[in-house]
């Protein structure tokens, strides 16, 4: 696994996560106001949009723009990021301004959804450094703690860490799970493929997705703690 | 709870399922032809759609029609439910044709997606039924299991079934969780809302849904004994 | 026929009309402010939307949400409720407040558009007897009279009142007629379906809509003259 | 009121039709093939369009194609049209080809839709000319009779025929009647307008109706009789 | 080449212009307000839309606003009269009003942008009289300029202006030239259709195109000079 | 300028392009079939799709895919390219499969669309010795030449070659030109930004150009000269 940090040079945070052969593209835009439910509450937000390139996949898919709409798959990981990175971020220090999330996945190879948030992780973190430089928060310290997702399946039988497209596509059960660094679960996602799945099954895959977020989350402190790279956006 | 069958004259099953104050109508429609990516495959594909009247909640919703777009919600649930009775249903049987779900909810007051699971599994059962009866089955038995869901939810610190929707929209723990009647897992998916959860807790919530899916299971097969109300459709 | 008023415990009225086999719920949902166009007049608004669930047909239906666009037929009889409620009330009563009027059919059987437009007026009559308790009334009588309305057709020659789908299919001439309880016209719409019709056939048929219509109002009087079942909306 | 013939020079029909400062351009085009639920039935098939250009109105209105939908009052109309022309002419002699009206009104000041059928019938007549010339009808005379439409409104308590843009907006009632050369009627459609009418209101405004339907059929008539303007397309 | 003014009654300025076959219908319309994003500027704006008639062509084409997108083709033509009338006119004349230009084509015959371009000038030229006559301009002279516009195409190896379509279709190199009466440039668009093109053949369109600009520079002026047709619009 | 290839595993040719601060990634895939138009002719096609992250400029700009449709730059830019490509291949050579070219601007910096056709070219080469080495080609050379493109703008009354966002957005004149190693023209678009420009003017902007390209099709050639990065897609 790689984080490139400062990857663009627009948004305020950038980064290019690879795993494997899945190299996915996390930005974290500021801009102002608040969508409309939420004016007037004295609060931030944060939103999170996912996409994939039509040259990222094994098969050329689809432009969704062309297409004209958003599938369910995108819209259920776009809500996912959102919902993982909320979890960490007291949106108080923001003010009434939005932290927008980019996850746009350059090259697929199964685990795109955990890859864009541990990745989208430390761009949010880039990102709330540089309005601490601005003098924007409201509180110094508005995350809680780190983020970090992985994916575990059962494949031939046996409980698998991070599976590529190949063996994802054929996993008897997937599951998706977000933590943090104190070990506390955000979010778990499991789901039989065709095939239903026993609690102790379950647990397996739970132990060995939370050893797994470990390793994330270390190396996000290890990437979080260089320099940044190149100038701050302005 | 109560399951009513036959609400409906025209789809081969025609649910309706009362919970608390919530009221799902579940139909199975069989329709011939299967997806395009599936034809040609000799096998059949199950469907589902939900969808929520603009009058069933509190505050009366914008219709999703005149909107012109579905959204990432009503995307989600769809495909949770579709996922859920594929499970337990060997798609073979049917040939190349489709059995369409539609779960709309009359009247909402919390875990609507999960009584729709419930409900539909009845509709799902009587569709079955009536296809065998057509002579429209190439295996007389099609169906591996029942599949019931509830969610659970943390309220103040407190693990509880079923919430209603007060109680439901300040949870700080959200999980809906789909099983078998063989007690085996489909879908388990565990949410922290602005707040994260341990093991220890995701261990108790599980418990109690297992719990609380026997007892549906229970009323399933009670209400499944009794004979078709009404005709038969056509 | 029959008229079930509190079937919903959201709206402010909610009737489920029951023609035959033709099941419609019709909700009137009282919601702040009016559209952008009537801003600042002071007057209230009353619009309405017509749907059909896909499993409500003969056939599956398509639902129009997840096609993305409406159908001519549902914005036609969406605007012809809409317009035949209007003519009952006085929208000054409101003032700037929206009444809001959906229109859904759980079962078609043939006469879905008037059945809607009876039932319609019931839960219209209830919610504003709600508004009028809740002190919300500029005007306490704002309805003028009574609305109802009838199908008619000519099948094999034959001028037939409220025709089931079958013979409806089958019509030669085909009318809906809206009116009021005074007996007096707010819509006529009389089409020949691949045939034209004399002014003769016509009057017959409007001579039969209109003694339709007055059995329909007994009908709404005698179901609003009892007390409303269930607890009042809050 | 004036009508002239081959005003366009690609469709088979093109019929620019005045009625006071009201613009319309009606045009017949004959395609190969019918919709996909007619297909392989032999069957023709007459579909219409309508539409208004955006410089069309007293105040510019915006364009249906830029919105990215047609509004309900454009799909009624265009099926209105479709109807009204359907009645008169017998769709097996077309085989499987259809015909395809398009009514645009580069001005309007009341009755467009009265006069888009109007002058629409004058542009289908024409495309039988040219495709009986083309030797591609299998009954030499499908039509059976004329078709022509009026407006009839209630103004100040008074009946009056085809009211302008500015008397029509304050109309008390307002009806739509589409009847043939032989007398019969088509379509009917009477409305008030935030008021209700009479059977003795209707009976004198289907009188006027149909005494000036009798007028545009003459008319017709003549516009027909003459030698088609400019040569034929090809 | 011929140009109608005054064609429509209501919009400020309107032009028909014809050139051979081909028919366009320019409309300059005064709309109070700017965009969104040059409120507060207290400039004006101009901004233009260019549609086809689906009855305007050889083969009929399909309608954008069923379809419920505008093509590339709509869109890239509409930015392309937009621009160039820009190019002629000082906003800040209009203060914060917009005058939208409409050009639809009611009959294709080749060259349907150049022509909408050089009709759409005069329409302006009209609708700023008219808000000159209005006491609405802030600089009695906000038009810098005449705007005219050309296609040049090569055929079988030689440059011809103006091609109609049967030509214009086997183009090998097409160019749309927009310049002022003054002679100088506002766009050049060339492109090679399946070809490559030399400097110098570039230079011999160019010069065909100036003459030709410069002759409907001419027209433009002499159609001008003739006092408004009818009596302006209110 | 720097152009990496090979950039991603899945597509028969990927190409990163940069371009001072510009950094486009185009990736050309081959998929079966052609359009429907063009089906059963036996020629192949090329089409482009052109699209911006929404983190890939100055300000976040929204994501197409979320707003439901394509702006009318990104349709024009896609048609510029497709255009551009088609010029140097023989489609014939293809069969009847498509090159589905897609260029996505990772960041922008000014001259996207000119970096887009000069690295698609690139793309496109490696794509077609991929189809060669897969025996895929009937026409074993199918790229008559290299295309590039350059953007030229004038700045402050100086003519400048590919100027950078800030200065772009000031240009009183800019054009783009494509043209191919023979310098031969495909394309040339030059526009006045509110501005106008005389022939002297376009003729010392083209000189630039072509002596801009001349140095592309160096780095292009020298690009090609290299072996594969990588291994080829299976």
Redesign the interface.
């Known amino acids: 696994m790689r984080i490139t940090r400062g990857f663009?040079?627009?948004?305020a945070g950038?980064v290019l996560i690879e795993f494997g052969?899945t190299k996915v593209?996390c930005?974290a835009?500021v801009?102002e106001g608040v969508p409309r439910w939420r004016k007037g509450s004295g609060l931030g937000w944060l939103t999170a949009?996912y996409?994939m390139?039509?040259?990222?996949?094994?098969?050329?898919s689809d432009?969704?723009?062309?297409?004209?709409?958003?599938?369910?798959?995108?819209?259920?990981i776009?809500?996912l990021i959102g919902?993982s990175l909320?979890?960490c971020i007291d949106l108080r220090a923001l003010g009434e301004n939005t932290i927008?999330i980019?996850c746009?996945v350059?090259?697929a190879d199964g685990g795109t959804r955990t890859a864009a948030i541990t990745g989208a992780y430390v761009a949010l973190a880039d990102a709330v450094t540089w309005l601490g430089a601005q003098g924007k928060l409201l509180d110094p310290k508005p995350l809680s703690g780190k983020v970090a997702a992985v994916s575990v399946g059962v494949v031939d039988g046996r409980v698998r860490l991070d599976l590529p497209y190949e063996e994802d596509s054929r996993a008897e059960v997937d599951?998706n799970v977000v933590?943090?660094d104190?070990g506390?679960?955000?979010?778990?996602?499991?789901?039989?493929e065709?095939?239903?799945?026993?609690?102790a099954t379950?647990d397996v895959m739970?132990d060995m997705a939370?050893a797994g977020i470990a390793q994330l989350v270390a190396l996000q402190t290890e990437a979080l703690a260089a320099p940044y790279p190149g100038e701050l956006p302005g």
Chains 1, 2, 3, 4, 5, 6 share one sequence.
């Open positions: 663009q040079k627009h948004p950038s052969d593209l930005a835009s801009t949009e996409a390139l039509p040259s990222a996949t094994n098969t050329r432009r969704e723009s062309v297409k004209g709409r958003i599938s369910g798959r995108t819209h259920e776009s809500r919902r909320r979890a927008a980019d746009d350059l090259q599951a933590a943090t104190a506390t679960l955000i979010e778990v996602q499991g789901t039989g065709g095939a239903t799945f026993s609690r379950l739970l939370m």
